[in-house]
Every structure is written in structure tokens, then in C-alpha cells.
């Protein structure tokens, strides 16, 4: 058995895990916040069999594409004497950062 940990932006979860649950996946959605931006993201959980784990990638690969979004800059941490002016910034978002792990037991209850 294995642990298939999905982090996803918050726009392309509905669909992954709509997917996730007519392919017959059970799946655990878990709302988180990144750290680059602190904007919101989803973290999904899914047991899946050994030899499903290729499966359960290529539907995250197929939903969460990665695209470019125009943001403000980052305010700075510190304070300089000067006025701080926010500019438009084109950075990459979405994606999903997956791991996979082993699963020593898992019960039911």
C-alpha cells in the first residue's frame, strides 16, 4: 500500500478530485496555504495499491498544469527608509508537488 501526497493549487482540486473519485479513488482533501505567494492550495490524500500509484500520477499530471499569473511583489521583511512601491511580478504557479510513501498498515474502522 501506498500514501500518494498531492499538493495542488486551490483551482485545479475540484477537478483532480472528481477524477480521483470516478476512477474509484478514495481521496482526503485538506486545504493548506503555500508559502511564496500565501495563497491557497489543497493537499490531497489518496491510499492507493502498489501498482495504481502510476495511474493516480498521470490523472494529477493531466489537471494541474502549471501557468504563469501576474502578482505584486513581495512586501520586504525589513523596513528601509525609502517608500516601498509595489510592481507587477510574472511568476509560475500550479503544478503539484507530489510525494509517495509506504504505508506500513492501514486499517478501516
Known sequence: MKLVIAIVQDEDAPKLVDKLMKNKFGVTKLASTGGFLRSGNT????????????????????????????????????????????????????????FVVDVEKFQKV
Open 43 to 98: 493537499t490531497l490524500l489518496i491510499g492507493v495499491k502498489k501498482e495504481k500509484v502510476d495511474e493516480v500520477i498521470d490523472m494529477i499530471e493531466e489537471i494541474c498544469h502549471s501557468r504563469k499569473q501576474v502578482t505584486t511583489s513581495p512586501t520586504p521583511t525589513t523596513w528601509s527608509s525609502g517608500v516601498y512601491m509595489p510592481y507587477p511580478v510574472e511568476v509560475e504557479v500550479g503544478g503539484a508537488t507530489v
